[in-house]
């Protein structure tokens, strides 16, 4: 391949990395305070030798650049902050879970509380989420039924870490449909449950 061939190619991806580059920039904001300190595509053409080729590291070292610049470097990440935004999860999916689910619907749930025993990033957690659904079998067989079980193993929980015992009754006031201009995100439920 000639030189004026792989220049050409660079040229063009360089246009989609200034393209991506545009898109990242609404993702990784400076704090308001902050001026911007990155302004350059994630890939680009350096003004230097070896026939406009960027070297390997200078391609590969730019996103961390990027990383360390914004101050975004990543913090672990607490039982707790896990545990409430798993729990925010479940409750959702329970309030969005529709009046008359399919087969499939009803499948899905219980397997992912079958798998999310089996790989909680909490190993403690997981080994006791894993005896908590042994004795309380997940039941999806309407919205009611799931979002009661969901705030009745949510208890059991509770219980176990000395929390105090959430009124499931209120469970729909607590946990709310998502806020989805007008209802996209709803999921649809079949009106028999032979559908699929
Ligand atoms: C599957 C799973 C297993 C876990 N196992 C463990 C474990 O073994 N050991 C451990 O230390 N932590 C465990 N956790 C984390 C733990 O449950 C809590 O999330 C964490 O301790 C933070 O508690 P919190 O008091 O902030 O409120 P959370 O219990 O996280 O609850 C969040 C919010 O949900 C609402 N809420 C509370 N109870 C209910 C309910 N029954 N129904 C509906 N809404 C309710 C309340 O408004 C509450 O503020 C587990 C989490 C999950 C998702």
Same mark, same amino acid.
């Given at each position: 391949m000639s030189e004026n061939q792989l220049?050409?190619?660079?040229?063009?991806?360089?246009?989609?990395?200034?393209?991506?580059?545009?898109?990242?920039?609404?993702?990784?904001?400076?704090?308001?305070?902050?001026?911007?300190?990155?302004?350059?595509?994630?890939f680009s053409l350096p003004s230097s030798p070896r026939g406009g080729l960027p070297s390997p590291e200078a391609v590969s070292a730019q996103p961390m650049?990027?990383?360390?610049?914004?101050?975004?470097?990543?913090?672990? %990440?607490?039982?707790?902050? @896990? =545990?409430? +935004?798993?729990?925010?999860?479940?409750?959702t999916l329970g309030a969005q879970y529709p009046e008359n689910p399919?087969?499939?619907?009803?499948?899905?749930?219980?397997d992912l509380m079958a798998i999310l025993s089996r790989v909680y990033p909490c190993q403690e957690c997981a080994g006791h989420f894993k005896e908590v659904l042994r004795a309380n079998p997940v039941q999806a067989g309407s919205h009611?039924?799931?979002?009661?079980?969901?705030?009745?193993?949510?208890? %059991?929980?509770?219980?176990? @870490? =000395?929390? +105090?015992?959430?009124?499931?009754?209120?469970?729909d006031s607590r946990w709310g449909k998502l806020d989805c201009e007008q209802r996209n995100c709803d999921v649809q439920g079949s009106l028999t449950i032979f559908d699929k």
């Open positions: 220049q050409s190619i660079f040229q063009s991806v360089e246009k989609v990395s200034k393209c991506l580059q545009h898109h990242l920039s609404n993702f990784i904001r400076p704090a308001d305070n902050q001026a911007p300190t990155y302004r350059k595509p994630l650049e990027i990383l360390k610049k914004k101050g975004t470097t990543a913090a672990p %990440v607490t039982k707790e902050e @896990l =545990g409430r +935004a798993t729990w925010t999860f479940l409750h399919t087969r499939q619907q009803k499948k899905d749930v219980k009611a039924e799931f979002s009661q079980w969901l705030c009745h193993i949510h208890n %059991v929980v509770n219980r176990s @870490l =000395g929390k +105090a015992i959430f009124p499931c009754e209120r469970v």
